[in-house]
Structures are given as C-alpha cells and as structure tokens.
C-alpha cells in the first residue's frame, strides 16, 4: 500500500509473491531463453530463489552491499563480493540478473558493468521488482516503476532488528 504522500510503500508477503510471480510471467513473456541466474544478496535472494525453481535454472548468488547507516535506510559505499557462489562451473552463457529493486540504480550499475566484463557471459539482462523513477538504471524487466520513489517496506524488514531472545518471546505467545 503506497501512503497517501507517495513517500513508503508497505508490502505485505502475499503481494511479495504476486509481484515475485509476475516478474517470473514477464521473463517469460519475452520468450528470451537464458542459461542462468543471478541474484544480489540480499534483496535478489527472494525473487531469485523463485525464478530459479519456476525455470529450472542454476542460482548463483553475488553478495552486494550499500545500505548501512540508519537501519539501512542510508546508503554508502557500494561493496561487491570478489567471488559469486554457483552450484558448479562458472557464470556462464545467457544469464538472468536478479535483484528485488532498482532503488538510485548504483549497484545494479556497476554490478551489470562488471558482468559484461567477463567473456563467458554472452548475453545479460537484469529483472527486478520494482524500479524507482530516480533510478539511473532501468533493468530490462521490472513489475513496477515507482514515480514517487517511494521507501518501501519489505515483508522481510521485521527480522532486521529481531534477535534470537526477541524470537523467542514472539514464539511464545
């Protein structure tokens, strides 16, 4: 639900897995064949995960980061992983970029000019959720483009500031 401002977007889990769902359908409708996946960690590892069992294709996971500061509400300086994670072999052929947004379009950026730097990948397109106005970066499929630009609230989000003694009392209720 976006507030009435336009400024935070509150998802819920079953919209996650709609919108999740509709970008597999979009993929899809673009009859584009691809080999394998790749998700940024975290916010790909979602969606990712989906797409991967839907298509039935390897998931390979790279970890990115760039949200610190205030809860992860502030962003800093972007860090890629040096290695990806892949079941066997090496990323490779036609591959799938996934992540769950396309916020200032930094990290989906640099992360796409670093991958067409390896000459395995023959072919790559990048697929979010959700892409910001604001974002310098426009993926090839995305669900939602956001004019507002909004914050937007992941159902995930609870289990940023719960600890395993807050688990604990939430479970015995």
């Known amino acids: 639900m ?17 919108l999740t769902e509709r970008l597999a359908l979009k993929v899809h ?18 969606p990712g995960d989906v797409l991967s069992r839907v ?8 970890s990115t980061s760039s949200y610190r500061a205030e809860a992860g509400t502030i962003q800093g300086r972007l860090d890629m992983a040096k290695y990806i994670t892949l ?4 990323l490779a052929g036609r591959v799938l970029l996934v992540d769950d947004l396309a916020d200032s379009g930094v990290t989906l950026k640099a992360v796409v000019e670093r991958l067409r730097g390896l000459p395995s990948i023959t072919e790559l397109r990048s697929a979010v959720i959700w892409t910001k106005s604001v974002s310098t970066y426009t993926p090839d499929y995305y669900v939602e483009m956001l004019a507002t ?5 992941q159902p995930f989000e609870e ?6 003694d807050g688990l604990a009392k939430k479970l015995s209720v």
Not at 2 to 18: A, F, R
Not at 55 to 62: E, N, Q, S
Not at 87 to 90: L, Q, R, T
Not at 149 to 153: E, G, K, L, V, Y
Request: proline share 7%.
């Open 87 to 90: 079941p066997k072999g090496e």
């Open 159 to 164: 289990y940023d500031n719960l600890r395993p």
């Open 149 to 153: 630009s909004p914050w937007i609230h």
């Open 55 to 62: 298509f039935d294709k390897p998931l390979g996971i790279m």
């Open 2 to 18: 976006l507030t009435d401002d336009g400024k935070h977007l509150y998802v819920s889990w079953d919209e996650y897995h709609l």
């Open 29 to 46: 409708a673009s009859g584009w064949e691809f080999d394998q996946i790749l998700c940024l960690a975290r916010g790909g590892m979602r």
